[in-house]
């Protein structure tokens, strides 16, 4: 089967195209990419293979690479209740996304070699877009015996990491990104002093006292960032930094970067758009980890995009069940879902406002996650394969968390107005999400 995409305006980074372009697709693969592709011809070429020809008309759209998330939780095994891996990829790709990381900090956690061969086989059956899983570092994310991290990369793990927690033992951590770097396996941090969080819910400061909770400080995040850049200088193992969300962090990922050091960073949209003076009142839906923080920090993580400090752009994609975030924000679990709305709120906050180009948005969403894992994609040339969005910039709309896909709804921005709507996601050639008016 042939497919034939007239008329849109190509973002493509990696090769610089910016500018309109037309797709011929052949099954999962890009053949050609021309200024002028004519249906005549195309028709031709479909018709020499002995196969049919779609045409799609995307005038006045945009077309990109699609997203990569680098960064989401599908829940699935164990707490199906709140996602599973069919809803959670439904979710990814409204939201433009064509292939997504999951986490492990599933029940059991995925810290095996049998586990990432059942999600990768689940995958198969249930997944709409690409799904590279990520293993844990230490068994049972428990913090005291490291997983085999050769067999977890030759299962098929993108990476390792503790998500939701760090490995407090330094030795130990230590221990596991020397393998890693002899496995040239990225470690995907999550920094967070659970000795300082104490029963922390928000950015510690004037809002916490003003809802008479317990604060998380900047340090929290701060002391753990130094310590991760620190080993991976000692060890050489490629870090890549989760969700940073304080003006410190930003420094010492500045700083690492300024040395050479194989170390990259990734900010989440709920970081760069809201700070804790957004919180209107104990909303749970306002609890994420790490908090929202400062203004001060809001800026500084968007300097950072801007400046090429912060690499990607992820979601922690983070689904709970009603009844959990109907509680107090000091009783309620972290966490917001957050693929249908990046793109969106990326587009609204960066792109709208002057701090990133749609071009480097692209980057950020697509062709940098792509290098981080060195995957074949985030590009839209001849021979890679069909991975792409197509997003219509001037549509203005207020989210609706009841038109989400994702199996939960916990999320601060409904009815927030934005910019931006993804219409068309294809993966391999096949069309797997639709905006339907």
């Avoid at 249906?39 to 031709?44: D, G």
């Avoid at 990259?264 to 929202?292: Q, R, W």
């Avoid at 219509?392 to 038109?403: F, H, K, T």
Wanted: with cysteine; net charge negative; hydrophobic share 40%.
């Amino acid at each position: 089967m042939f497919t034939l995409i007239k008329n849109g305006f190509v973002i493509d980074p990696a090769t610089d195209r910016e500018g309109n372009y037309d797709l011929l697709i052949e099954a999962d693969i890009i053949v050609e990419v021309g200024q002028s592709i004519t249906i005549e011809r195309a028709k031709s070429i479909a018709s020499e293979k002995g196969e049919t020809l779609t045409i799609m008309d995307a005038a006045g759209k945009y077309i990109m690479p699609g997203f990569i998330d680098l960064h989401v939780h599908l829940r699935e095994p164990g707490f199906e209740y709140k996602e599973t891996i069919k809803t959670g990829t439904m979710a990814a790709a409204a939201g433009g996304f064509t292939t997504i990381c999951p986490m492990p900090n599933t029940k059991p956690v995925t810290d095996n070699a049998v586990m990432i061969k059942w999600i990768r086989n689940k995958a198969v059956e249930d997944s709409l877009v690409n799904l590279l899983p990520i293993g844990a570092i230490t068994t049972g994310q428990e913090g005291k015996e490291l997983t085999d991290i050769s067999e977890l990369r030759k299962a098929g793990a993108v990476a390792i990491s503790e998500d939701g927690k760090s490995v407090m033992d330094t030795a130990l951590y230590a221990q596991a990104m020397r393998q890693a770097a002899q496995c040239d396996i990225p470690v995907f941090a999550h920094c967070e002093d659970k000795s300082l969080v104490g029963k922390g819910a928000v950015n510690a400061g004037k809002k916490a006292e003003e809802l008479k909770l317990a604060g998380i400080s900047n340090a929290v995040e701060d002391i753990i960032t130094a310590r991760d850049i620190l080993l991976a200088k000692d060890t050489g193992v490629k870090l890549h930094l989760c969700h940073c969300s304080t003006k410190d962090s930003v420094k010492m990922l500045a700083l690492a970067k300024k040395e050479g050091l194989p170390v990259t960073g990734e900010v989440c949209p709920h970081h760069f758009t809201l700070c804790d003076e957004d919180i209107p009142s104990d909303d749970a839906d306002y609890k994420m980890n790490p908090p929202l923080r400062s203004r001060e920090d809001i800026q500084a993580l968007r300097e950072a995009l801007k400046e090429g400090i912060i690499d990607v752009i992820s979601t922690d994609h983070a689904p709970h069940a009603a009844e959990e975030k109907e509680k107090s924000m000091a009783e309620a679990p972290f966490g917001i879902v957050g693929l249908e709305t990046a793109f969106a709120l990326s587009m609204t906050e960066l792109v709208m406002k002057g701090y990133l180009t749609i071009k480097q948005l692209v980057e950020k969403m697509s062709v940098n996650p792509a290098k981080i894992l060195k995957i074949k994609r985030g590009c839209i040339d001849e021979g890679y394969v069909a991975d792409l969005v197509i997003a219509d910039p001037e549509a203005i709309y207020a989210i609706d968390r009841n038109q989400f896909l994702s199996k939960s709804k916990n999320t601060p921005f409904h009815g927030r107005m934005v910019y931006g709507r993804i219409e068309y996601t294809f993966v391999a050639g096949k069309l797997v999400y639709e905006f339907h008016k």
